[in-house]
């Protein structure tokens, strides 16, 4: 077996493995201490993720720095921790824009050609003009993602029956109220001819009477996104301006073109991803090119000094959109100050490498006193 390959280790295993690349632990209650982050945590999380080259002094073979110990390495993911936490409270105002912004305008859609709030009372055609770019945007799916089926009724509805969303009293109440106009428009919708092609789903028709509202609560961020992809060209721009209905960006004339967006909107996407699974905040970046860098800098009046975003960037753009400026920046920096603080008076040494890091991937720099 190739010695590239990594062989499970217990985690005093992975402690010696660490001490043998010069990792120093002060004391027996720093070794305990990492040794509860290691069972909590795991290596992959906890040191794996945080591994930057400035702790080493040979990076090649990862031997540490003799200033950066175990106990700095430990700050540092706690400080990636708190980072998080403060991002995902605000991020939750952006996906709740996302959502409300595209139901808008999906639903004024349906409602002009189904007369309802139900998509499912759309015949094959309404359907279509809601969603002008279904059948271009699924092979595209599928291409992406290899093997996965994917088709509109997937999408759309493969949520409907999370317990989280209440989805079932919302059905039940629907159904109840609908009157025959509305049934019978559903009996001729394209959901029905769906069904009737679909034997293996015919249990599930009572889909159909979740309107329209209920059913952008199931819907995830990534759901989101196809379906904004699913619209025409002016459908996208009328949501594209009800996203940044509060933002007023320095030129009034300035906006963010299609293409522009949905770049921002997958950011946001990815952002999501780091956050539900565990990924470091310090580190995250996006790579962007030139001509959207330079829409993005404009629009934001922001600068990106590379030709990549990272946390101090996307930090900005969210406080622009949500109308709070300089407020989760601040949050950010008030909490590694603070976590810094309660570390020094324990007396053990904070290496400056841990504000080195910080400000060189994040781009966020130590609070001055």
């Not at 906890?46 to 591994?51: E, G, L």
């Not at 039940?172 to 109220?177: F, Q």
């Not at 310090?282 to 009046?301: L, V």
């Not at 949500?322 to 989760?328: A, H, S, V, Y």
């Amino acid at each position: 077996m190739s010695e590239s390959i990594r062989k499970f280790k217990n985690n005093d295993e992975l402690i010696k493995e660490l001490e043998n690349r010069s990792l120093v632990f002060p004391d027996e209650e720093s070794k305990k201490i990492f040794k509860s982050y290691l069972i909590q945590y795991g290596y992959f999380s906890f040191v794996k993720k945080m591994s930057h080259d400035l702790m080493y002094s040979d990076i090649e073979q990862k031997i540490f720095k003799k200033e950066f110990t175990s106990n700095n390495l430990r700050y540092l993911f706690d400080i990636d921790r708190n980072i998080s936490a403060i991002i995902f409270k605000y991020f939750r105002n952006i996906e709740f824009l996302l959502n409300s912004s595209l139901l808008k305008i999906v639903a004024k859609k349906i409602n002009k050609n189904a007369k309802c709030p139900y998509i499912a009372a759309l015949d094959g055609e309404g359907l279509r003009d809601v969603f002008p770019k279904i059948d271009e945007e699924i092979p595209k799916f599928k291409k992406y993602y290899k093997d996965t089926h994917a088709n509109f009724y997937e999408d759309i509805f493969k949520n409907f029956n999370n317990i989280d969303f209440d989805c079932r009293e919302a059905i039940k109440e629907n159904e109840n109220k609908e009157n025959d106009e509305i049934k019978n428009l559903i009996e001729k919708g394209w959901f029905k001819d769906f069904i009737n092609k679909n034997k293996q789903i015919k249990s599930k028709t009572k889909w159909e009477y979740l309107d329209i509202f209920s059913l952008f609560q199931t819907l995830t961020f990534s759901q989101l996104l196809r379906i904004f992809s699913y619209l025409s060209t002016s459908s996208k721009n009328e949501v594209i301006k009800e996203f940044f209905n509060d933002f007023k960006p320095s030129n009034k004339y300035l906006k963010l073109k299609e293409e522009e967006f949905e770049k921002l909107i997958n950011y946001f996407s990815d952002l999501r991803n780091v956050l539900m699974h565990n990924g470091s905040l310090i580190k995250i970046n996006f790579k962007i090119d030139q001509e959207n860098k330079e829409s993005f800098e404009k629009y934001f009046n922001i600068q990106i000094p590379s030709d990549e975003i990272k946390l101090n960037d996307i930090v900005q753009i969210m406080e622009s959109i949500i109308n709070i400026k300089d407020t989760i920046l601040k949050e950010i920096e008030e909490s590694i100050t603070k976590k810094i603080e309660n570390r020094t008076q324990r007396s053990d040494q904070i290496s400056n490498l841990i504000f080195e890091i910080i400000e060189k991937e994040a781009r966020i720099k130590k609070q001055s006193k």
